[in-house]
């Protein structure tokens, strides 16, 4: 009962434009979809907020479709139903890995895919494998809509591309023949953790030879990175190992890890090179 | 009829069949608490109470000047601020030593040491009111190490001390020197250990209810009911007799509660006595970990001897332990440390020096182990290492030194009897296929994942220390309906002494039906039965429940023996069925309303003092412990030298615990404590900034294990090496498993690696640091 946050105004829009509204309209006010990581900063005071426009009732917001080319996922789907979700684990194998490997059963039931970007975390788990698969952001204000590449979408630590009065709308994938693809997350435990480091790799292979290949880490940097210098070095080339550990280096070069409570910046470095190693050899089949 | 405790004690350790004892009844509360059914202190809140949380100081050590809240007062939600100057009684609370206050005066300490209790009409009120506690001072410089702190005389935590030492312990015995010129293997190390947080599911809470002329109730989460009843009678400057405290279901101690416990009962009471309202006052996880005493953090020298045959000759042993701003139970704990130190061996000669040095950081407090997890880390390391350098196996240099029935300790103590270490131990290396995986390992060391497989076995004196006075107490009465209360001050801490094993024994006892006994625990209600600690709850906390239904059901049979004139050896009376020689057959309750109508005294108290022997503290020889519990596991791991990650793949246990009086309640008790002292091993750590916070005082940035790190734990193997004043010859059980569980993984990890591990935690970044040096 000590833990009762401070009282707020409550609202629940039913469409988007109605949010939208209620967003520009009411000083400090803020979205709120599952709550995991709002309600917490809200307790700690890292967030201050007036007035809470809860999204969750927002039909357009929620739900995985199969467009064909494209793969949309709702902003306010529920990590849940995205790692129960055929379409996505026949399609986007990364994103189920990471989100298996987040939170809890009960955590994976509130929280969302959208609140996990926008929190804008430098250890989001769900955007490594955003940014392998490229994925766009489709961003919701007064006068429309825009889309904005995941990869210009975290602007800095625990910031994003998202404006005054704008929603994120949903999560759009091409869908491709990324036939290779390896995740690895490194946490202090073995699960229900927050990751130390963690690396997506997805890659098109065809007679040995490297075709395309996207890396991308959290927690290593400000926000989650892609790995553009390491994908060169093999982007067009023969599987070799010399070649893959070269990228790895690569990596290492490519992060600004911190310390903080959960490690070390040296020990981050070192696991950003070891871990893309791993990951990198495993995608690709080679030891 | 016998009322003697000694022969009531004999009569039933010498039993050699049972009805309850040593089955595995299954625990009454566990489905209720699984439905949420079970009522903890916040529960006994309603409607109209008021709430209150403490200030804490923030910063690590200064004078205090002033202590400003007037302003606070003015919104009229805030009821009180409350601080040491409200305080009617005597605000010092420190257990071993006079050092502490309930609320800061003069000085503070530590950062997050309580200042003022704040109360108002709601939790947002008390929240906000907290933070706006001015505390005016003047900033001292602050130590933060131990060994630093020792040298210190500049920077005194506690002035009128003239040292920052705060307590010191030695054992001498024999003569090292000589003894290390015997040996022709010597082995020396520093070793460190780290601090642990309890993280229990519940954080500390307690509800204070005044009653007429000053009385009050406390319900609090507390292990040991009297001892808060005394320190809130000395903070009110009342009389014990006025205080009565409950125990209800409490979300976990290990210890924690066991410092903190009567403390929150004190502020609660202190708020209660001044607003003549209840008052529930409790700490949010973030107050808790902030407030309570943390397990040691040590620094332990630790040098070894032993010949070629593989005979320890000596020990000499340094141990510091960093207890913080307050001494607490620091003194007991290195104490206990101290004397546990060689691990079970024989050892011929030992020169042990122990320091509890004052810091600026929380103090250090009771933890599961009390002190001997850590010692116990750098002996066990020592063991490993002389076998390697004598070329033993690790198991076979254990076994030429352990403790047998009528070896001699360190402290010169006589073990007479209840030694099983030493089969429990062997049984151990043939059941977990020791030798085999030993050898397996070893010539597989290649590649990114290593296995290792490491021993350990500790020890853990039963009752308090030295001749430090222990007893058991309890009341029984039996209804006339047949059912029987029993009177206990054992708290219900999840183990589920009272809940399952007590009754056990009672239904044993008495034959009366296991369903008509109802433990009535953890009040001041109860006679003082000490505390639930030290793993004594079933085992010196239960003699007294042996003692007096042994009184009624002796009671019992001299009455049936004179009524229906036979011998009291042809009275059967078992789970409710009572045969008197080949005649007479009733039902307990038929036996219970026939003695009501003769004139039977069917309420008795069961009392017994623990006899004791003498000590000397100058050269630490003599009388330590009553009996000791013995543990010895063997651990397995697996390490990816790629991250340092460290899985621990199967843990094998083997205990010396006595009678088992439940398997199922026993195993649980192993299964907790062997998970609890893996985390502390691998992942748990407190961060202390360079102002001396906590700055992982939640549980998103201080991890502890879940379900995914639990490893295959395999059936515990046991010796049931009988204590003959334990209730049907139980020890202790509830804190051995953690002991050697640092020590066991650590063991592992150095197999498994081919180097030695002397620091915890073994976090990722330490283990591939390590790693790294292996591989060189
Ligand atoms: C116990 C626990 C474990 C966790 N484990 C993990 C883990 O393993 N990995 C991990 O990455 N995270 C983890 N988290 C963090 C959190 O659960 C996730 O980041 C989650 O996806 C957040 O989603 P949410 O819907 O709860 O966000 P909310 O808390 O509702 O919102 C988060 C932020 O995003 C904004 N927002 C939400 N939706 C939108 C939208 N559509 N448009 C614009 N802004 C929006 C909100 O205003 C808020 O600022 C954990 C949290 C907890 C409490």
């Keep these: 009962m000590y833990y009762s946050i401070p009282k707020v105004e409550y609202y629940r829009p039913k469409t988007l434009e109605e949010a939208i509204e209620l967003l520009l309209n009411i000083e400090g006010s803020k979205i709120v979809a599952g709550g995991t990581d709002l309600l917490v900063d809200i307790k700690t005071s890292r967030a201050k907020v007036r007035a809470l426009i809860d999204i969750n009732s927002i039909a357009e ?40 490997s987040m939170g809890s059963w009960q955590i994976r039931n509130l929280a969302t895919i959208g609140g996990n970007l926008c929190t804008a975390s430098p250890a989001a788990d769900t955007a490594p494998p955003l940014l392998a698969y490229d994925a766009e952001l489709t961003i919701a204000g007064r006068s429309g809509l825009r889309v904005v590449p995941v990869s210009k979408f975290f602007t800095g630590y625990r910031k994003t591309a998202i404006g005054y009065g704008e929603i994120l709308k949903e999560i759009v994938v091409r869908k491709s023949n990324w036939t290779k693809w390896s995740y690895v997350k490194l946490g202090r435990r073995g699960g229900f953790t927050l990751s130390i480091v963690a690396v997506a790799v997805t890659a098109k292979i065809s007679n040995s030879v490297v075709e395309d290949i996207r890396i991308a880490l959290n927690s290593v940097a400000p926000t989650p990175i892609r790995a553009y210098r390491a994908e060169e070095v093999l982007r067009g080339k023969k599987i070799e190992m010399k070649l893959v550990e070269e990228a790895a280096r690569f990596v290492a070069g490519e992060v600004s890890p911190i310390d903080d409570i959960r490690s070390t910046s040296w020990y981050r470095r070192e696991m950003s090179h070891r871990l893309t190693l791993d990951t990198l050899s495993r995608a690709l089949g080679v030891e | 009829m016998v009322e003697d405790p000694e022969i009531i004690i004999r009569r039933w350790f010498v039993a050699e069949s049972f009805i309850a004892v040593g089955k595995s009844l299954e625990r009454v509360d566990s489905i209720e608490k699984v439905l949420g059914r079970a009522r903890f202190v916040e529960d006994f809140f309603e409607e109209g109470f008021l709430v209150a949380r403490l200030a804490l100081a923030r910063i690590p050590h200064a004078r205090i000047r002033k202590i400003s809240y007037d302003h606070i007062l003015k919104n009229p939600k805030v009821h009180q601020v409350l601080t040491y100057r409200d305080i009617p009684g005597e605000n010092q609370v420190g ?81 090292v020197d000589s003894g290390f010129s015997k040996a022709d293997v010597v082995v020396e190390n520093t070793y460190r250990t780290h601090h642990q947080e309890h993280a229990y599911l519940e954080p500390e809470a307690a509800l204070a209810i005044p009653d007429l002329e000053n009385r009050i109730t406390v319900i609090a989460t507390i292990q040991y009911p009297h001892l808060g009843q005394k320190i809130v009678a000395k903070v009110l400057g009342i009389p014990s007799s006025y205080v009565k405290i409950v125990a209800p279901y409490i979300g976990g101690g290990f210890g924690g509660k066991d410092d903190e416990g009567p403390l929150v009962a004190a502020r609660a009471a202190l708020a209660a006595y001044h607003l003549r309202r209840p008052v529930l006052l409790y700490y949010t996880r973030e107050d808790s970990m902030q407030i309570h005493p943390k397990r040691e953090a040590t620094v332990i020298r630790y040098k070894s001897g032993a010949t070629q045959d593989g005979k320890l000759t000596a020990i000499e042993v340094t141990i510091v332990h960093d207890t913080g701003a307050y001494a607490n139970r620091g003194p007991f704990i290195l104490w206990r440390a101290t004397m546990h130190s060689s691990g079970p061996y024989y050892v011929p000669n030992a020169k042990i020096d122990g320091y509890c040095v004052y810091t600026n950081k929380v103090p250090q407090g009771s933890f599961r182990g009390f002190g001997n997890p850590s010692v116990q880390f750098a002996a066990e390391a020592q063991m490993d290492q002389l076998a390697e350098k004598l070329g033993f196996d690790p198991i076979d240099l254990r076994l030429i030194n352990m403790l047998r029935p009528s070896s001699e300790t360190i402290t010169g103590q ?5 030694v099983g270490i030493y089969d429990a ?48 107490n309890s009341y029984i009465h039996i209804s006339r309906d047949g059912s029987v209360s029993v009177y206990t001050g054992i708290v219900e801490i999840g183990q589920g002494s009272p809940s399952s094993s007590h009754r056990q024994l009672v239904a044993e006892v008495l034959g009366c039906p296991f369903e008509k006994v109802n433990i009535v625990f953890g009040t001041t209600d109860a006679p003082d039965t000490g505390a639930t600690h030290a793993s004594r709850g079933t085992s010196v906390g239960a003699i007294g429940i042996l003692v007096a239904a042994g009184k009624i059901r002796s009671r019992l049979e001299s009455f049936l023996a004179e009524y229906f004139n036979v011998q009291k050896e042809e009275i059967k009376m078992s789970s409710g069925e009572v045969v008197v020689g080949d005649k007479v057959k009733m039902k307990w309750e038929e036996l219970i309303a026939l003695a009501y109508s003769k004139g039977v005294d069917l309420s008795a108290t069961g009392y017994f003092f623990l006899p004791k022997g003498v000590f000397n503290d100058e050269v630490g020889q003599g009388f330590a412990y009553p009996a000791f519990s013995f543990i010895a ?144």
């Design chain 2, 425 to 472: 131990l062997k049984k151990l290396a043939s059941e977990s296929n020791w030798r085999i995986k030993r050898r397996m390992y070893e010539e597989s060391r290649a590649g990114r994942f290593r296995r290792g497989i490491g021993v350990a076995v500790g020890w853990h004196g039963n009752s308090t220390s030295r001749a430090v006075p222990d007893w058991s």
């Design chain 2, 414 to 418: 006589m073990l007479m009897s209840s």
């Design chain 2, 633 to 776: 596991v063997v651990a397995e791991v697996e390490v990816d030298t790629f991250t340092g990650k460290v899985r621990v793949l199967e843990v094998h246990p083997a205990l010396a615990v006595g009678k088992v009086i439940n398997p199922e309640a026993v195993k649980t008790q192993v299964e907790g404590a062997i998970v609890q002292g893996l985390g502390y091993t691998l992942m748990e750590k407190l961060v202390i900034s360079e102002d001396g916070r906590i700055i992982n005082d939640n549980l998103t940035d201080y991890v502890i294990p879940t379900s995914h790190e639990t490893p295959v734990i395999r059936e515990a193997i046991f010796v049931e090496d009988l204590w003959e004043y334990g209730p049907f010859g139980a020890k202790g059980v509830g804190e051995m498993a953690f002991i050697p569980m640092p020590a066991a993984i650590a063991n592992a990890l150095s197999h498994a690696l081919g180097i030695r591990v002397t620091e915890l935690p073994l976090t990722l970044d330490k283990v591939y640091s390590l790693t790294r040096d292996s591989s060189r």
């Design chain 2, 95 to 175: 257990y071993a030593i006079p050092d502490q206050p309930l609320l800061a005066e003069r000085k503070v300490r530590y950062y997050g040491e309580p200042v003022a209790v704040v109360v108002g009409r709601d939790p947002d009120t008390v929240n906000s009111a907290v933070e706006e506690v001015v505390l005016d001072v003047d900033p001292l410089p602050a130590l933060y190490n131990s060994l630093e702190a020792m040298e210190r005389q500049d920077i005194l935590v506690h002035e009128a001390l003239g040292t920052n030492i705060a307590f010191k312990t030695r054992v001498r015995k024999g003569d």
């Design chain 1, 61 to 100: 917001l929620r739900g995985i479709v199969d467009a064909g080319e494209f793969i949309r996922i709702g902003a306010a789907t529920k990590l849940q139903e995205i790692l129960e979700s055929h379409t996505i684990s026949e399609n986007l194998p990364l994103l189920r890995a990471a989100i298996e």
